[in-house]
């Protein structure tokens, strides 16, 4: 049986260099301009995996070097151990001409760590919110029910269940209630979290248009949107006296992009089929309306 990928050494390799693919790309684009084209990518490889060896940085450079012999071409060589979107960059950029490619890659180092900061705070905002709704659950489901409802009924003297207060009443019955049901409410709550947790990338459609307003939906849009722009503005940003269309940025975008980023970006796309212009483009439900009112004054 074939093992997957992500689970072989280079796969295992590649995830734990994607920390550390912000400075390799800054040490590219030194070695392109100070060695003048005189080391190839293939030398800076080979040499790279002599000097890590058995690091996540060494066994990639040696499978690279290797790939690249193979295949001859960067994209099939780098597929996989790169995120998509970088790799179609990365490709771009090299067959820009060296100027372009040192400088281009300085500016995906800058993307890639504001990136990453951006997704550390969606994690962590995260995180405290499922936090949060745990405890909230773990306290209904299991507190209520089966610790602090049995410990009233044996601290509460003998009272005919009729003769409590209609709260009470509704507190007991509602614990019993849990009870009865605690392992199909379990299997809901556990299916719920997996629907929400898979909306995020997934779910597009009027409700997730509503969604996008409010809390974890809303930072989770404003992160893909500051992303996706700055990566467009960093890639048609003029080099060596060259100039990428903004249509060629958002395609770049596309690779390896989330369903809902995806219907983003080919609305991106449908505005530029219409002759649209400035913020415009970006009118399709990825920006928050005060970043896009603000983006057309600037326009």
Same mark, same amino acid.
């Given at each position: 049986?074939?093992?997957?990928?992500?689970?072989?050494?280079?796969?295992?390799?590649?995830?734990?260099?994607?920390?550390?693919?912000?400075?390799?790309?800054?040490?590219?684009?030194?070695?392109?301009?100070?060695?003048?084209?005189?080391?190839?990518?293939?030398?800076?490889?080979?040499?790279?995996?002599?000097?890590?060896?058995?690091?996540?940085?060494?066994?990639?450079?040696?499978?690279?070097?290797?790939?690249?012999?193979?295949?001859?071409?960067?994209?099939?060589?780098?597929?996989?151990?790169?995120?998509?979107?970088?790799?179609?960059?990365?490709?771009?950029?090299?067959?820009?001409?060296?100027?372009?490619?040192?400088?281009?890659?300085? &500016?995906?180092?800058?993307?890639? !760590? %504001?990136?990453?900061?951006?997704?550390? =705070?969606? /994690?962590?905002?995260? @995180?405290?919110? *499922?936090?949060?709704?745990?405890?909230?659950?773990?306290?209904?489901?299991?507190?209520?029910?089966?610790?602090?409802?049995?410990?009233?009924?044996?601290?509460?003297?003998?009272?005919?269940?009729?003769?409590?207060?209609?709260?009470?009443?509704?507190?007991?019955?509602?614990?019993?209630?849990?009870?009865?049901?605690?392992?199909?409410?379990?299997?809901?709550?556990?299916?719920?979290?997996?629907?929400?947790?898979?909306?995020?990338?997934?779910?597009?459609?009027?409700?997730?248009?509503?969604? &996008?307003?409010?809390?974890?939906? !809303? %930072?989770?849009?404003?992160?893909?949107? =500051?992303? /996706?722009?700055?990566? @467009?503005?960093? *890639?048609?940003?003029?080099?060596?006296?060259?100039?990428?269309?903004?249509?060629?940025?958002?395609?770049?975008?596309?690779?390896?992009?989330?369903?809902?980023?995806?219907?983003?970006?080919?609305?991106?796309?449908?505005?530029?089929?219409?002759?649209?212009?400035?913020?415009?483009?970006?009118?399709?439900?990825?920006?928050?309306?005060?970043?896009?009112?603000?983006?057309?004054?600037?326009?």
């Amino acid at each position: 049986m074939k093992i997957p990928f992500y689970f072989t050494r280079v796969g295992q390799a590649a995830k734990k260099f994607a920390r550390a693919r912000a400075d390799w790309y800054e040490y590219l684009a030194d070695m392109t301009e100070d060695t003048q084209g005189r080391r190839t990518f293939l030398s800076i490889l080979d040499a790279d995996a002599q000097r890590y060896g058995r690091s996540a940085r060494g066994v990639l450079s040696a499978y690279w070097a290797h790939r690249i012999v193979e295949t001859g071409e960067l994209g099939t060589t780098l597929h996989r151990t790169l995120p998509q979107r970088e790799v179609a960059e990365f490709v771009s950029l090299q067959t820009q001409g060296q100027a372009v490619f040192a400088g281009g890659l300085r &500016d995906m180092a800058a993307v890639v !760590r %504001l990136t990453a900061k951006l997704r550390g =705070i969606l /994690v962590r905002t995260l @995180a405290v919110a *499922a936090l949060m709704l745990f405890l909230v659950w773990a306290m209904v489901m299991l507190a209520v029910p089966y610790v602090t409802a049995p410990m009233l009924q044996d601290a509460m003297p003998d009272i005919r269940f009729e003769l409590l207060s209609p709260s009470t009443q509704a507190f007991f019955d509602m614990a019993h209630w849990i009870r009865d049901k605690g392992v199909r409410l379990w299997l809901v709550s556990i299916a719920f979290g997996v629907a929400v947790h898979f909306s995020f990338p997934y779910m597009d459609n009027a409700l997730r248009r509503w969604l &996008d307003k409010w809390g974890p939906y !809303r %930072l989770y849009r404003d992160v893909q949107a =500051i992303a /996706v722009v700055s990566t @467009a503005a960093t *890639a048609v940003k003029p080099r060596a006296g060259k100039v990428m269309q903004i249509r060629h940025a958002i395609e770049l975008q596309l690779p390896g992009a989330t369903r809902w980023l995806t219907r983003r970006l080919q609305a991106v796309q449908n505005r530029l089929d219409e002759a649209k212009k400035g913020a415009e483009i970006f009118d399709v439900g990825l920006l928050d309306r005060e970043i896009y009112w603000y983006l057309e004054d600037l326009t």
